[in-house]
Every structure is written in C-alpha cells, then in structure tokens.
C-alpha cells in the first residue's frame, strides 16, 4: 500500500513510521523542515493529571492509553534511531490555587495520585521556598513523565527514514483533487491520503481545525540554584525541567490569534509574572529563550482520527493540548485505521462534522 502524509510533525512521522513497519510506502510532505511546527514548541509533558481534568471519557482513555505505551515506545525508537527522547518520569506536582480547586482535587486522589499538604510539597519542590500557592497544598503524581519533544521528532524523523521512508522537506501541499496531491513542484498520488498538517491542516479540504497560539519561556537558574524534579503545576502556569540542557521552561498562553507564531513582551511578561508568583526565586533566573507555537484544536476540543468523507484521504489532527502526550497512541491506532484493521472511534471520527463546516 502506498500512502502519502501532508506534515511532518509528531503527528505525521509517527503514523508514517508505523506504516512503514506494516510493510507500505509511505511519503511525507513538509511545506518547512520536519517538527518545525507545534512539535517543536511544546513542553513536552505527558500530562495526564493536569491537562485531563475536564476531559471527556474518550480523550481520557486515549490519553492513558498513549501513557501505558510511552516507555515501551521511548525505547524502541531510540533503540531504532540511535537518538535519546529523553524520557523523564519525575512526576508532577499540581498546587491548588483555592479551596475549591483542592477539593475537585481531592475527588481525582486514588491509585498513584494522592494529596499533599504544604510541608510535602516544599519536600518534593524545595524551589517552591515561601510560595504563595503553596497554603492549601495539592495533588501528586509519581511517575507523571515528560520528554524532549524536540529530540523526539528529530528521533522519530531518523526512524522514519532508517525505515525506508521518503521524507520531501520544503514542499507543501497545496491542494488536493481526487486522490492526488499537488504541490508547487508536483503531483503525488496514494492509495491512501493522510493529512496531518497540524493547525494548518483546516487550510487543506475544509478540515475543521483551528490553530490556537501558545507562548513558552525557557529560564535558566543562578549559580548554586537547581532544577526542580517533577514539573510543577499552578494558577494558568506550569514549570517543566530540562535537566539535559540546564533549562526550566514555563508555559504557556493561550490565544485564538490565527497563524501569527511572533513572541510577544506581553506573552513573556505575563509567563514570568505567574511563575515568580508560584516560585519566587525565579525572578532571579535569567531569560534564556521564548517561542510560540501553534496548537491544532477542533470545534468540540476532540482529536479527528479517521477518515474523512472522502475515501482515502484521512486526518490525524486536532489533538490540541496534548499531540506530544498522544503520539505512541495515534502512530499505532491511526496506522491501524488506514490498514483497515480497526474501526474509527465515534468520538474522533472526523465525519462527526459533516455538513457543518462545508
Ligand atoms: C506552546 C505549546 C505547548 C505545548 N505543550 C504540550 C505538552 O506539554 N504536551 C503535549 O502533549 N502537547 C503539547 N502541545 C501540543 C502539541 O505540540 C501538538 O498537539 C502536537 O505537536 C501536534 O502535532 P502535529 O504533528 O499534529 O502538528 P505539528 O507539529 O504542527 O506538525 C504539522 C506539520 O505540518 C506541516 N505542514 C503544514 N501545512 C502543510 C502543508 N500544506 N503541506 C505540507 N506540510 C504542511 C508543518 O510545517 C508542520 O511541520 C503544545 C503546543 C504548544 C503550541
């Protein structure tokens, strides 16, 4: 089977990688460099606490599916492309800002996750010091993990090629027409088609995903200050080690402003002020660096994996939040689709649009 893929971001490389296993021909399209896009801008968590609060059941269960599979699956790619992801199950530590948010917190404490007063959380983030947030306490998860999401799509960008993968940078799709892509440079065809533009995939066949901004500092500590372990949550902040370079990233905004991807003062600014208010020793880190990115969101929040209501052409997008988080899940299920070995997930199903955004 031959199949074409429009983006080369975690998205697209790990579907293509996957497919490439299952024996196809797999093609990838990059209007720019692969994991130029929001794969490159992210933090990187795989959050499942924090960023699944108020998840509906079926993102729920496609997240921790994804968590089940990211260590088997950190292993077999670096394994495969001879480059670490850097993998790091430090935990994280999410503070409740009020009473209220301490006690949805509470309702979510069973398993591994379980409430901490203030004197445990200092113990796990001494950085923390005299932190205003610090009063009611919070909720904490173990083995809550991240990775380098940069170096994972460098990884999975060699894995694809080892694999037989052809790989075609600066050339974007332009349109698509009866099973054909064109771009600038020419015309492709697949026996299957799938787009995985990320934000820019709603400017391909009506696809109806939004690109929503995101903002992300990188701080570096003082002499004789270090690191926190577990990335740490609190009021519309959270702070995520990098111990392999020395940096603390701190994310992120969030604003519906098309597809302009400038950092703003007032992005940084307002990233500092909430991460000095959660940690304030921070304000004696230095600004190392500040990038902004594009995140894909659909109408209802959902991913769209599947097929759309055209036959043959496929959509792996709108994973909003947490694309980096999905990735093993989507490789694996989206590949699975495509190959016709699985049913599509109603919740996900991209035709759930059908007729609204026509
Ligand atoms: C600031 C920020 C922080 C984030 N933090 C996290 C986090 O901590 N954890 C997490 O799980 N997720 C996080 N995310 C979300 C995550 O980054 C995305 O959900 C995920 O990267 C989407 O991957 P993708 O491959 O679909 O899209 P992208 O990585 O955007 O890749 C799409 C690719 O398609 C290419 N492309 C676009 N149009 C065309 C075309 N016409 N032809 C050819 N190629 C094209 C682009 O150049 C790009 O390379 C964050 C996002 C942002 C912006």
């Known amino acids: 089977m031959k199949v074409l893929i429009i983006g080369a971001g975690v998205a697209g490389l790990g579907i293509g990688w996957r497919l490439l296993q299952a024996g196809c021909s797999v093609t990838i399209l990059e209007r720019a460099q692969p994991g130029g896009g929001a794969s490159w801008a992210a933090a990187g968590m795989l959050a499942v606490t924090a960023e699944l609060e108020d998840a509906a059941e079926p993102e729920r269960a496609l997240a921790l599916r994804a968590s089940a599979l990211w260590p088997g699956f950190a292993a077999e790619l670096e394994a495969a492309s001879g480059r670490s992801v850097f993998l790091n199950q430090g935990g994280a530590l999410l503070l409740a800002g009020d009473a209220a948010k301490l006690e949805v917190m509470r309702a979510r404490a069973e398993g591994e996750l379980r409430i901490v007063d203030a004197g445990e959380a200092r113990a796990l983030v001494p950085l923390l010091g005299e932190s205003p947030d610090l009063n009611r306490g919070g909720l904490w998860s173990p083995h809550e993990a991240h990775v380098d999401n940069r170096a994972l799509t460098e990884a999975l960008a060699v894995a694809f090629l080892k694999a037989g993968g052809t790989l075609l940078p600066n050339e974007g799709a332009v349109a698509i027409e009866q099973g054909t892509v064109l771009t600038p440079y020419g015309r492709y065809q697949g026996d299957a088609i799938l787009v995985a533009a990320g934000a820019w995939s709603g400017l391909l066949d009506q696809i109806p995903i939004v690109p929503v901004k995101g903002e992300v500092i990188a701080l570096t500590p003082p002499p004789g200050a270090a690191l926190p372990v577990p990335v740490v949550w609190g009021e519309h902040v959270y702070c995520v080690p990098r111990p392999h370079v020395g940096l603390l990233l701190v994310g992120a905004t ?45 109408p209802d929040g959902l991913p769209l994996l599947g097929q759309t209501a055209t036959a043959g052409l496929f959509v792996a997008g709108g ?21 016709g070995k699985t049913q599509v997930i109603p919740a996900f199903d991209p035709r759930r649009f059908l007729g609204r955004f026509a």
């Open 319 to 339: 994973q909003y939040r947490n694309g980096i988080l999905f990735t093993p899940a989507i490789a694996a299920e989206m590949a699975d689709l495509i190959l």
């Open 254 to 298: 969030v604003e519906e402003a098309g597809f302009d991807t400038s950092p703003t003062q007032a992005g940084c600014d307002h990233l500092r002020a909430c991460a000095e208010k959660l940690i304030p020793s921070l304000k004696d880190w230095a600004l190392s660096d500040h990038w902004a990115g594009l995140r894909p969101k659909s």
